[in-house]
């Protein structure tokens, strides 16, 4: 893939077929989100969309977000705050994420998926089963078929329901800007190759970050430029280049999402609840090599150092079970990813590592006291053994455009631009600039509270323009 063209333009006006008082770029979660708060707030906009039906990284996804304070969260008694969920953020990402960012986001998320439920129909559901890694509570939320898919039919149903105008196959190539800096619209390329344009008086970033620009990733994040990508191929960077090209600020670049959970060769994603609740990760000698209830997304750079950069799942039967519950696992037990041994000696036959090896690493598992790397489990593992094949992927990135807590775009010099906003993968996430910054969750959480904070901030701009509009004279 070569670096695609993307250019700013500038203008005292922009001749455009349509004008939206906001225009959103990207349909993913982050923008279908926005533009449902908008309609909410009485304010029209039309959503750009690449592809021929909005999915992007979002139908990638396993479809989780983290949220306090939520209608489903109080319904099964638990208690959380957004207060405590910030502090769940800044623990894993050491202190790394902007403080402002974080507490926006953890204060809005609850408000938005309430809000998504309750005028929009999206009926959540608590996962209360284990704790995710970093989290102190449960607070993720789901639909009930449990994938990203689902979130993005639900989100598209709502906007259909809505009729908000999504504009498909509109590759969204230059932004326009007046000499203020101040955005006035969009030209995008058309399936037969022509550009139109779209006028509008405040614009939405919710496009993309950059992990299917293999260019970028091997600039910025040079650890996983060889690595599978998990992600939506639109992920070409478009963000930051108009960034660059305006003089935006960048921040994070070096935070991203990896999963040290790939299953290869069937190219599929296996939960990481298996981990949480007592499966373990071994390389090819039939040794442990990391701790693996850290997090998956730090996971992958540890399974890509490992011997030929892969790794076995290993679990045992009640693991199974508690896989099965996963849409993703069941993708990939179907697509011939499990395998079942009755002996240490067949499982590790399998692997080709030592037998004695394999076995002293169970073994390991059953004392009381923590392992080298800090783990502490529960139980053994007993046979059945089952084990799946993985590899680390990288899936998203977490750096992009430095906003403020309103997501509005930040110049170099800190100020924000009059009317240019950006969240989800655009946009500097809340997992620092390093790969174990990533918190469960911290994708979608941007992407939702991104978009209903941005499109919060786009309509109180639209609405106090409005009010200063001067009354039409009588001819």
Same mark, same amino acid.
């Given at each position: 893939m070569t670096t695609p063209h993307r250019s700013i333009?500038?203008?005292?006006?922009?001749?455009?077929?349509?004008?939206?008082?906001? &225009?959103?770029?990207?349909s993913? $979660?982050?923008?279908?989100?926005?533009?449902?708060?908008?309609?909410?707030?009485?304010?029209?906009?039309?959503?750009? =969309?690449?592809?021929?039906?909005?999915?992007?990284?979002?139908a990638l996804s396993s479809g989780f977000i983290p949220a306090p304070g939520t209608r489903a969260q109080r319904a099964r008694g638990v208690e959380d705050s957004a207060g405590l969920f910030a502090r769940d953020i800044q623990a894993k990402a050491h202190g790394?994420?902007?403080? $402002?960012?974080?507490? &926006? +986001?953890?204060?809005?998320?609850?408000? &938005? #998926?309430? &809000? #998504?439920? =309750?005028?929009?129909?999206? =009926?959540?559901?608590l996962l209360d089963g284990f704790l995710y890694p970093g989290h102190s509570v449960h607070r993720m939320h789901s639909l009930g078929q449990k994938t990203g898919t689902a979130l993005m039919a639900a989100l598209q149903s709502a906007v259909d329901a809505a009729g908000i105008p999504v504009l498909t196959q509109a590759v969204v190539e230059s932004l326009w800007f007046d000499a203020d800096d101040r955005a006035i619209g969009v030209g995008y390329l058309r399936p037969d190759g022509q550009e139109e344009r779209l006028g509008c008086d405040a614009l939405v970033l919710a496009c993309n970050g950059f992990g299917g620009n293999p260019e970028m990733v091997r600039s910025l994040l040079p650890e996983m430029a060889d690595a599978t990508f998990g992600g939506h191929v639109g992920n070409d960077g478009s963000a930051i280049l108009w960034g660059e090209a305006l003089g935006a600020r960048l921040r994070d670049l070096g935070g991203y999402q990896g999963h040290g959970s790939w299953v290869t060769p069937q190219g599929a994603l296996m939960t990481w609840a298996v981990m949480m609740e007592g499966g373990i990760q071994v390389n090819r000698e039939g040794r442990r090599f990391h701790d693996e209830t850290q997090g998956y997304s730090e996971a992958a750079v540890h399974v890509l150092s490992q011997p030929g950069g892969i790794a076995w799942n290993v679990f045992d039967p009640p693991l199974l079970a508690l896989a099965r519950g996963f849409p993703d696992f069941c993708e990939a037990e179907a697509a011939g990813a499990l395998r079942r041994f009755d002996s240490v000696?067949? #499982?590790?036959?399998?692997?080709?590592?030592?037998a004695s090896v394999l076995q002293g690493t169970l073994d390991a598992m059953r004392g009381a006291a923590p392992q080298a790397d800090g783990r502490v489990f529960k139980r053994g593992l007993d046979a059945p053994f089952y084990a799946v094949k993985v590899t680390g992927a990288l899936f998203h990135t977490q750096g992009g455009l430095d906003i403020d807590s309103d997501t509005r775009v930040l110049r170099q010099d800190g100020s924000p631009l009059p009317n240019l906003f950006a969240a989800g993968g655009a946009a500097g996430g809340v997992s620092g600039d390093v790969v174990w910054g990533y918190l469960s969750?911290?994708?979608?959480?941007?992407?939702?509270?991104?978009? +209903?904070? $941005? $499109?919060?901030?786009?309509?109180?701009?639209i609405i106090k323009a409005r009010k200063q509009m001067p009354w039409p004279t009588s001819p």
């Open positions: 333009r500038r203008a005292s006006r922009i001749d455009a077929q349509v004008h939206a008082s906001v &225009a959103i770029v990207g993913g $979660a982050c923008g279908l989100t926005a533009a449902l708060m908008l309609h909410d707030a009485g304010i029209d906009c039309v959503v750009l =969309e690449r592809d021929a039906a909005p999915g992007g990284s979002t790394r994420a902007v403080p $402002a960012l974080v507490d &926006a +986001y953890a204060r809005s998320i609850g408000p &938005a #998926l309430d &809000a #998504l439920q =309750e005028r929009h129909g999206l =009926e959540w559901m000696a067949g #499982l590790a036959a399998c692997m080709g590592c030592d969750g911290n994708g979608l959480l941007s992407a939702v509270a991104g978009g +209903y904070i $941005a $499109a919060r901030s786009a309509a109180a701009l």
